[in-house]
């Protein structure tokens, strides 16, 4: 059994999208390593596998790929299964691990032909790092800063042909310069409920533990569209069989499971739910402050703002108007209260 599952106001809770380390340790088992493997964003899928091929048809580095999108719908996924694809190597870094533009050109400059270089969280690169990778992408070349100060001088120094693979979350942050540079850009949007099922029996089969089919519908309709929470709540349930039920993951124990970790019909969890309330039942649907609201909740205003909300909003249940947030018709259904008959407090 796993220890320390965070309480469900933590921003840790089952239903958030981040994974931690260890977490993330978990997944590798999971991830799919070859293209037609990986389900759903059929679009993506193809125009990827289309670039890969032409590229090995052609027998050159493929154009630099961009992805993005929110946590956990396959990005660093993808990048490893680019990196396969071309039977290339993979080399892994990070905006935020690279802290000096130096770090970069160290980097660059020991790169193989063909290589594959993964910068995650690119959007997080120093200006000067992101100034040193256009060049680099474009003209395959890193100046080397020799000496310093006045005697300083830069060395061209040619790279061999390689492929960038960055991946984000926020591509509106992106400097459009660099942004430009990626000759594909793939942006991964949340899956239907019928491509999770589809990831969950595949895990079920990697972790070999026998998942009923309407207990794989039951656990995709409560993870947001976000295969880490369907696999995540796939191990939670496979828990709860092994430790209270028979090691057979039907649709009983998914229910059982998920009523322990307090995830609702619709995925949301108990942080979600105590705002609805709030809005609905305090406020008269609003329209509320953040601040009011997240008093409200005993929460501070930024945990309502990015832990809670991004969800309730794309569900619909929740609207931000320039009053503050309002409760949408939705919200009340979701909370089995009768909608108010529309009145300017809906509208703010
Ligand atoms: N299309 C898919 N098919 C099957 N499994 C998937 C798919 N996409 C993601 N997964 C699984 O979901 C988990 C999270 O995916 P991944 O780490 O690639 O997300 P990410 O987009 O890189 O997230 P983050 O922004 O947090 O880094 C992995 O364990 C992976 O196996
Ligand atoms: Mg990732």
Redesign the pocket.
Known sequence: MEVGEPDAFDAGSVVR???DEPE?AA??A???RRLE?????RVVRDQLSLVLEAAMARGRAPDHVLLS??????????AMIIAAELGASLRVTSGPAIQHAGDLAAVLSSLDEGEVLFI?EIHRLARPAEELLYVAMEDFRVDVVVGKGAGASAIPLSLPPFTVVG?T?RAGLLPAPLRDRFGFTGH?DF?ADDELER?LV??AGLLGVPLDAEAAAEIASRSRGT??IA?RLLRRVRDWAQVRGDGHLSLDAARSALAVYEVDERGLDRLDRAVLDALCRRFGGGPVGLTTLAVAVGEEPETVETVAEPFLVREGLVGRTPRGRVALPPAWEHLGLAVPVASDTLFG
Do not use: C, I
């Open positions: 999208p981040a994974a993330r997944e590798a999971l991830r799919p493997e990986f389900v759903g964003q999108g929110p946590p956990g719908l396959g990005k660093t996924t993808l995650d991946a979350t991964l899956y990831v595949r895990s295969p880490r696999n």
